[in-house]
T-cell receptor
Framework: EAGVAQSPRYKIIEKRQSVAFWCNPI?????LYWYQQILGQGPKLLIQ????????DSQLPKDRFSAERLKGVDSTLKIQPAKLEDSAVYLCASSSDPGLTQYFGPGTRLLVL | GENVEQHPSTLSVQEGDSAVIKCTYSDSASNYFPWYKQELGKRPQLIIDIRSNVGEKKDQRIAVTLNKTAKHFSLHITETQPEDSAVYFC???????????????FGQGTILTVHP
């Protein structure tokens, strides 16, 4: 069974630029999560999708972050404009249903200069 | 919302010794408690999990215990090996119904170093 795929793996941008991350969950998984992991901390949930609908975006900085999962499969997370404090690893995870085991992708390491 | 505290932040043991990591949570409705291992530069990987209808679960050298009354759970690794060296995260999740949607809240992580 293929795991969660993410791209790019690394990204370096300057502040105020925009960036987008892509995630392909495990086939058949209805629930998709985006987490932000700052160095030395645990992952923090940014947004959770159930199929193509958002069920939790309470910790998403909506003035600069946006995410979509239009067809209920792949998802993109965008930051515009980026700030220095957005430097982190962005992890995508999926589960077959909410509350069940979450499987993580390899993450995208973002450095904002 | 849920708050998860994890201790210690760093743990150093000799190969063959046991290691114990403890977590406390705040939301009494939480019913799912996974533990993830994250090696440097890698993705978090689930190593064991427990649900609130059991008090203990074991998988070879790894065990997790849960005390719902005290709202804490622990990871126990016996006969540690150098390849156990990694960052370990605990997490807690409330039921998927209601307003929580099965959201995971993670602890701050424990850096485990096993010396040969």
């Amino acid at each position: 069974e293929a795991g969660v795929a993410q791209s790019p793996r690394y990204k370096i941008i300057e502040k105020r630029q925009s960036v987008a991350f892509w995630c392909n969950p495990i086939s058949g998984h209805a629930t998709l999560y985006w987490y932000q992991q700052i160095l030395g901390q645990g992952p923090k949930l940014l947004i959770q999708f159930q199929n193509n609908g958002v069920v939790d975006d309470s910790q998403l900085p909506k003035d600069r972050f946006s995410a979509e999962r239009l067809k209920g499969v792949d998802s993109t997370l965008k930051i515009q404009p980026a700030k220095l404090e957005d430097s982190a690893v962005y992890l995508c995870a999926s589960s077959s249903d909410p509350g069940l085991t979450q499987y993580f992708g390899p993450g995208t390491r973002l450095l904002v200069l | 919302g849920e708050n998860v505290e994890q201790h210690p932040s760093t743990l150093s043991v000799q190969e063959g010794d046991s290691a114990v990591i403890k977590c406390t949570y705040s939301d009494s409705a939480s019913n799912y408690f996974p533990w993830y291992k994250q090696e440097l530069g890698k993705r978090p990987q689930l190593i064991i999990d427990i649900r609130s209808n059991v008090g203990e679960k074991k998988d070879q050298r790894i065990a997790v215990t849960l005390n719902k009354t005290a709202k804490h759970f622990s990871l126990h690794i016996t006969e540690t090996q150098p390849e156990d060296s990694a960052v370990y995260f605990c997490a807690a999740s409330s039921p998927a119904g209601g307003t929580s949607y099965g959201k995971l809240t993670f602890g701050q992580g424990t850096i485990l170093t096993v010396h040969p």
